[in-house]
């Protein structure tokens, strides 16, 4: 693929976690991923538990920096640019006491969007 044209792009991606179990101290979750994805792909992060699929949405999102590597989306770092993430234990993360609207509506609120009812009726 011609990364020019990429609107993510992973280069050399490596991330590895403390590990005193190992020989050299660490657990490498990724190491050399690259990876370039076309403005408008849809694309899926598939496979077993604890290969590393959270760890790379995590250095997507910017929450993560790497140990070695880059992460551009749109040319950028990922701290430089706006991005959703839901975590996985989403449930955690919601307000029981609210309706389901109540809980999408809550970060518009905060944010002072004006019509947030009007705009999610």
Request: some cysteine; glycine content about 10%.
């Amino acid at each position: 693929m011609n990364t020019e044209s990429a609107y993510i792009e992973i280069a050399d991606l490596a991330v590895w976690y403390p590990d005193r179990d190992s020989s050299d101290g660490r657990l490498n979750v990724l190491d050399g991923l690259s990876l370039s994805i076309p403005q408008g792909a849809f694309t899926s992060v598939i496979g077993p538990n604890g290969c590393g699929k959270t760890t790379l949405l995590l250095c997507l999102a910017g929450l993560l920096p790497p140990n070695r590597g880059s992460v551009r989306i749109a040319g950028a770092s990922p701290g430089d640019t706006l991005c959703g993430y839901v975590f996985q234990n989403y449930r955690d993360s919601l307000f029981p006491w609210l309706t389901v609207l109540d809980n999408i509506s809550f970060p518009l609120t905060v944010q002072r969007v004006s019509g947030v009812n009007a705009i999610l009726s």
